[in-house]
């Protein structure tokens, strides 16, 4: 079943953190008669170093630049609404499926694109050297290619849109799609004001995935459109994969306190500071918990779901503990939002393997 490709892909984003450099073997050479796990570490700590480390490679710059575990944001809500579908009536589009992952790809790579189009305009990104203007050394190519980006993410969307003949559907992503626009866009540039998280648990959350989910309605030539229902289960789903991609948002400031200051963003970190956030961050992940146990507990997710994504528990410590111990230094807590892409996908992962499991029988 391609959902099942789908669902095994999220691992595939977060298998690798970061990309080491040329510093890793003159780490290697230094530690030549320490223990091989201690040299390995030290390089995984090397390429992980904040923006502000001076010897940063190209490469590394690339793979900063290119984010590509944040991708996961794309995937995991178009995976798990499909599996809400799946579960509820059975059906599923293969097709349909990785077309819209294309599109939501593509309309990812315009976010992360004009995000830092509209940084360097105020000057948050300055010193930011895995930027993709300061890489390429242009405003104007990188605004095109953010452009051009989107406008091909419609076509997939607008294409998925006629295949299931549910205008709740294109509805409900150009809704997200807003959020993101006025998140970082003039004139409106939501994110200098701190709501960026609000804006981001909607949009990934609620609207996202749940209009994934009515994307699988049907077009039938006898009977018309059969349009799926809004059950309870893909609600519960949406408000847990909203949370988990807020949590990558909101640590994703940590190491960024300075310069927002320094320009005016007044992100949630910038008010309260890295040792209130680090106890939010504790908050956000017992939280994400809590609901899963409130959504078994109410029916709104099968068991199944229940079982699975509690076998993420080590991951949300990790991200718990990591954060709660790097908060004020700058050249480890740039790791906390990988982290936490971690656990959003694997979480994701898990939540629609409970879905179709369930479905299917093997577990309920």
């Known amino acids: 079943m391609p959902l099942v490709g789908g669902i095994a892909l999220a691992p595939l984003l977060v298998s690798q953190l970061a990309r080491p450099h040329h510093r890793c073997s003159s780490v290697a050479t230094a530690a030549r008669r320490r223990p091989r796990a ?3 570490a030290r390089c995984s700590a090397t390429a992980a170093a904040a923006p502000g480390d001076g010897e940063v490679s190209r490469g590394t ?5 290119a984010k590509l575990p944040i991708y996961s944001v794309a995937l995991v809500p178009l995976t798990v609404g499909s599996a809400c ?3 509820h009536v059975g059906s599923f589009f293969g097709k ?15 976010l992360n694109l004009s995000n830092d189009v509209y940084d360097s305009d105020t000057g948050a990104d300055k010193n930011k050297k895995e930027s993709v203007v300061n890489i390429i050394g242009s405003r104007t190519v990188t605004q095109n290619a953010a452009n051009i980006s989107l406008l091909l993410g419609f076509v997939g969307l607008f294409w998925a849109f006629a295949e299931a003949g549910d205008a709740r559907f294109i509805l409900l992503v150009i809704c ?13 540039r939501l994110s200098y004001r701190g709501l960026g998280e609000p804006l981001c648990f909607a949009a ?11 994307s699988n309605s049907s077009k039938n030539i006898s009977s018309g459109t059969a349009l799926l229902p809004l059950c309870k289960t893909v609600i519960a789903s949406s408000i847990l994969v909203g949370l988990t991609t807020t949590l990558i948002l909101f640590c994703s400031h940590f190491h960024q306190i300075e310069g927002d200051r320094a320009v005016g963003k007044m992100s949630p970190l910038v008010r309260i500071g890295t040792k209130t956030g680090s106890r939010l961050v504790t908050v956000g992940v ?13 029916k709104s997710l ?3 779901c229940t079982v699975l994504c509690a076998l993420t528990l080590p991951v949300g410590k990790l991200v718990v503990d990591y954060v709660l111990k790097n908060h004020e230094d700058n050249s480890k807590i740039f790791m906390a939002k990988y982290y936490c892409v971690r656990l959003h996908a694997l979480f994701g992962m898990a939540l629609a393997s409970g879905l179709v499991l369930a479905r299917n029988g093997t577990l309920v």
């Open 302 to 304: 099968p068991s199944a």
């Open 61 to 65: 710059l690339l793979w900063r630049a």
């Open 286 to 298: 017992v939280t994400l918990y809590v609901l899963l146990a409130a959504f078994a507990v109410s």
């Open 38 to 40: 201690l040299c390995r």
């Open 204 to 214: 990934f959350g609620p609207l996202a995935t749940t209009a994934f989910y009515f």
């Open 96 to 110: 349909r499926y990785f077309v819209l992952l294309a599109a939501a790809v593509l309309v990812i790579t315009w």
């Open 85 to 87: 579908a799946y579960h």
């Open 176 to 188: 997200a799609i807003l959020c993101g626009y006025v998140y970082q866009c003039p004139p409106f």
